[in-house]
């Protein structure tokens, strides 16, 4: 899986089929019974998912940069 560069420096795009209602906003794993979007949630840095038709979008906190989440979040999908 890829992820995805956006015109929003702080997001990341993954195209990926999961399940929840498009539109979802997703900022803690109390939010949804989605073992994707729990891992996902669960890395140190990610801030927000959103589910859209396909893809879910990754919304990382401002203070943090990709280099240092884009391990986890590969490690995370190459686990599915």
């Known amino acids: 899986m890829q992820l995805i560069?956006?015109?929003?420096?702080n997001a990341k795009k993954?195209?990926?089929e999961h399940g929840?209602?498009?539109?979802?906003?997703?900022k803690?794993?109390?939010d949804k019974n989605s073992t994707l979007c729990n891992q996902l949630i669960s890395i140190s840095g990610i801030s927000t998912?959103?589910?859209?038709?396909?893809?879910?979008t990754l919304t990382k906190e401002?203070?943090?940069?990709?280099?240092?989440i884009n391990h986890d979040i590969v490690t995370q999908?190459?686990?599915l």
């Open 5 to 9: 560069t956006t015109p929003n420096p």
């Open 14 to 16: 993954i195209e990926i």
């Open 20 to 26: 929840l209602e498009v539109g979802t906003v997703i």
């Open 28 to 30: 803690s794993t109390s």
């Open 49 to 56: 998912i959103f589910a859209g038709p396909g893809f879910l």
């Open 62 to 68: 401002e203070n943090n940069d990709w280099d240092s």
């Open 77 to 79: 999908l190459d686990k």
